[in-house]
């Protein structure tokens, strides 16, 4: 359920230095998060002068994957950096201990999982703020959850400590991918992992597939996962709609256990569904598609 960004600074989701991290904290225990949000309006033109990787990033993923005018691309590039750094101060606020609302839709395929013996897989992406759903709603099974293990010891334990009331366990990832083996027992004793889908942490396993109408690279461990241990997989997103609140969809990957498929092929068919399924929300919330290179092939 939590997030497991790339590093790098802001954008990255490291969220800047531990310093900058303490101040944040601090700063939302005592204002209302509405406060850093225009805060954050005024940062962003800035940003965007100095980082044109993201900016160029941005503006193709308006302007050609979804076929914008130029002025309606131009003014999203703002406006989706500046919902990338709401959602960065939200996370923030919940260290702090603020309170935000979630709002759940179809949350009984989640208990209907959990309520099984086998475990199963749960996938997030760059889209939205799938970290929220941990703090909101506890799991009969422990989850846990892949994140990036270049982020800064606030950051690693701003979550734990929200995590750890609610059956939550990260994951972080390593260079010599023992988190996968973590993943993989957890699976085995009926647990949960949850891993992002869409892109590719350590392993240089990736398959190409058509997304917004050009290929783009996506990660095929976690499905492989999925298989390999029989067990189905479930689709989050958590998607922010207004200040205080936020909206879970929960959606189950098409069953592939006992269709007589290959491995390859089984495999193939789940990523198909996630990426039509990301496809689909990223179409319904486009600027809250968090990522700043260049995704396409083309």
Known sequence: ????????????????????????????????????????????????????????AAWKFFRKRLGWSRWRSFWSVYANE???G??????????????????????ENFDRFSAREEGFVQLFSHIGNSEMAGYFFPSTKTIHVLV????????????????????VVMVPVQKDMSHIFTLSQALSEGQIASMPADRAFGSPRTVSLTFLGAPAQFPVGPFRLAVAHGVQVN???????????????????????????????AVEALMKDYVSRLEEMVRQYPLQWFNFYDFWQQ
Do not use: C
């Open 1 to 56: 359920m939590a997030s497991s960004y790339e590093h790098g600074n802001w954008r990255g989701h490291t969220d800047g230095t531990p310093w900058m991290q303490r101040t944040l904290v601090r700063l939302l225990r005592v204002i209302p998060v509405e406060v850093l949000y225009g805060i954050v309006a005024l940062v962003i033109p800035f940003y965007l002068l100095f980082d044109g990787r993201a900016r160029r």
């Open 82 to 84: 500046w919902m990338l």
């Open 86 to 107: 709401l959602v960065v101060i939200d996370r923030f606020a919940s260290y702090a201990g603020k309170k935000f609302r979630l709002q759940t839709l179809d949350k």
């Open 148 to 167: 990036y293990a270049g982020e800064t010891e606030r950051m690693m334990q701003g979550r734990q400590d929200l995590f750890s009331q609610k059956n």
């Open 235 to 265: 689709a989050l997103f958590v998607m922010k709609t207004s200040s205080r609140t936020y909206r879970a969809y929960h959606q189950p990957l098409v069953d592939v256990r006992g269709k007589g498929l290959s491995r390859d092929a």
